[in-house]
T-cell receptor, first 115, second 109 residues
Framework: NAGVTQTPKFRILKIGQSMTLQCTQD?????MYWYRQDPGMGLKLIYY???????DKGEVPNGYNVSRSTTEDFPLRLELAAPSQTSVYFC????FGGGSYNEQFFGPGTRLTVL | GQQVMQIPQYQHVQEGEDFTTYCNSS?????IQWYKQRPGGHPVFLIQ?????EVKKQKRLTFQFGEAKKNSSLHITATQTTDVGTYFC?????????FGAGTILRVKS
């Protein structure tokens, strides 16, 4: 049981390039989330999904896109990378969304630098 | 919208001293969760509190949920160097969690 896995671990992009951050979970969780964490700061929700085929915006969705074609995978797409997107990106999943017992399991993160 | 405030932002303690971080919500919460993030690592779930006035302990860590279910605290007794990291509280909002900004704990040995 690998939990939540993310690839790549590190990436350097040039301004204007695009990339996809991969996230996979093997816990059969319906709920998946993408966060970004700037140095010394808290977690900001980018997008989330309550099940395959359903996605919704978080508090900082601009410049990103997501898709959820399967329960296991929740890729995050960056189009036209900008220096402001330099951050650590965490994917998380949970069995329940709201209410009790909705603890989130986080992946190890992707450290992205845009130059 | 719902906000979760956490204080202090940063605390530097001598090894063996106690540490407390506080979490306050602008709305009543159905539950509150605490996470720990080691330097360079990812957030890891510690505990969830559900009942009004609930107190739970994990070894040297004591978690409390306020009577009004709008505030919570995490207290560490006799800190050790292994306690360093950022501690986040989080409350549910719909299908999401709202995280506090976190308290960074540094321990001097």
């Amino acid at each position: 049981n690998a939990g939540v896995t993310q690839t790549p671990k590190f990436r350097i992009l040039k301004i204007g390039q695009s990339m996809t951050l991969q996230c996979t979970q093997d816990m059969n969780h319906n709920y998946m989330y993408w966060y970004r964490q700037d140095p010394g700061m808290g977690l900001k929700l980018i997008y989330y999904s309550v099940g395959a085929g359903i996605t919704d915006k978080g508090e900082v969705p601009n410049g990103y896109n997501v898709s959820r074609s399967t329960t296991e995978d929740f890729p995050l797409r960056l189009e036209l990378a900008a220096p402001s997107q330099t951050s650590v990106y965490f994917c998380a999943s949970s069995y329940f969304g709201g209410g009790s017992y909705n603890e989130q399991f986080f992946g190890p993160g992707t450290r992205l630098t845009v130059l | 919208g719902q906000q979760v405030m956490q204080i202090p932002q940063y605390q530097h303690v001598q090894e063996g001293e106690d540490f407390t971080t506080y979490c306050n919500s602008s709305t009543t919460l159905s539950n509150i969760q605490w996470y720990k993030q080691r330097p360079g690592g990812h957030p890891v779930f510690l505990i969830q509190l559900v009942k009004s006035g609930e107190v739970k302990k994990q070894k040297r860590l004591t978690f409390q949920f306020g009577e009004a279910k709008k505030n919570s605290s995490l207290h560490i007794t006799a800190t050790q160097t292994t306690d360093v990291g950022t501690y986040f509280c989080a409350g549910p909002r719909g299908n999401k969690l709202v995280f506090g900004a976190g308290t960074i704990l540094r321990v001097k040995s």
